[in-house]
DNA sequence: GCGGGCTTGCACAGTTCTGTGCATCGAGCG
DNA sequence: CGCTCGATGCACAGAACTGTGCAAGCCCGC
């Protein structure tokens, strides 16, 4: 087991990417995965796995890393290009929505504080722009809620989880997800029902 | 170690009484702690809390079947003697923030499905109950949501947990919180802020 | 103060996981 | 065709945890 030092594109490229990906799938089921399962699962030996990764926090923390960044530029690109405060909350949402399935992780990993105790800090710069951008609509009386800011950040970065788990428990067709997600957020942040869905509705034709 | 057949009060009473009690705020605080932790927190031998429960699963068994039944009840207490919908919302959200503190765990294992699988079966009386009582009020027109009622029951649930973190993390009052978590969900069912403002106000006078 | 139940300390077997070393095999690239 | 990088299988040390056994100590109620 040496260097792998080989260009992109290689056998042992590809293998590291599929690792990859089915560790997020497989960590998402269960946060205390063993490299084993990951392995397996990936159909490859545990020792593989080691061959691309030092240990298991690496592999976490590579996982975590991209997930964070797919994110981030999901809610940055959503919220950009309008100045009405709730289209651009709803933009985001629905932005952020497309990448949910992966994200999905990292409520799971985020729940184990101690497996990864830097997600909170990753995750900082997302909420912070959450939490930026419903500050000035409580201000300018686009939202109301008796939350501050932070706090309300905080419920609708669980509401979107909570969204995406009842998709996964057949509660809610997959579809109409995403928009039902980014409505019920913007009503919890005190916009009406029917301009909320108004809204959501111009947005994702 | 044998049989501890001693009537109620006695010191090993009180030890086990500790034990629970301790076992709930480390359980959450890390779901993955070990009886030793949990022993050490209680003031107590690891050896001696096999004296009181004969593993680890019972232990927390018997952790969950508490708060679930307090939970419960109090579900029903807050939502009884109102034919109105929403205030029967309210009465519930503000009377469950009552052992919200306690609570929290079952978020916690329930996120680790491993642990204790029955969870989500001992929580469905509960659910079931928040489900029918949005149903109703979706069907009446009390109600706005593009949710079906049993993704928006799930939706109301995380964000009861959601505020709870924020209170723990600081986001927020806890003086404050219940009256804040009712009107939030109040107003994510489709309740305009300010009648859910009104309501939840009159009711936690 | 005496006894019996409770607690402690220690030891031990069994399991599961991590990370590493090493020899071997396979497959593609030059 | 052969060389090389990667994959595999196996083995091993070390750590952490669970559950149990046993002997000795402690403390409260009788």
């Known amino acids: ?19 990859l990906d089915v560790a997020l799938t497989e960590l998402l089921r269960d946060p205390d995965a063993s490299m084993e399962q990951i392995a397996r699962a990936a159909g490859v030996v545990r020792r593989t796995v080691y061959g691309h990764f030092p240990n298991r926090e690496t592999l976490v923390g590579t996982l975590v890393d991209g997930a964070v960044a797919a994110v981030a530029a999901a809610h940055a690109a959503g919220r950009e290009g309008t100045e009405d405060l709730a289209q651009a909350l709803a933009g985001s949402v629905l932005a952020v929505w497309e990448v949910a399935d992966r994200y999905r992780i990292l409520v799971a990993l985020a729940q184990r504080s101690v497996t ?11 909420r912070a722009a959450s939490t930026e951008l419903l500050r000035r609509g409580l201000n300018e009386g686009v939202f109301v809620s008796p939350l501050p800011a932070p706090a309300l950040a905080h419920v609708h970065e669980q509401m979107l989880f909570a969204v995406m788990e009842a998709v996964n428990n057949g509660l809610l067709a997959a579809e109409e997800a995403g928009r039902s997600a980014a409505v019920t957020m913007l009503t919890a942040a005190g916009v009406p029902a029917s301009l909320a869905t108004a809204l959501v509705a111009k947005l994702s034709v």
């Open 116 to 126: 990864v105790q830097g997600i909170q800090e990753r995750l900082a710069p997302v």
């Open 1 to 19: 087991m040496t260097a792998m030092t080989t260009g992109p594109s290689s056998r042992a490229d590809a293998n590291r990417r599929r690792i």
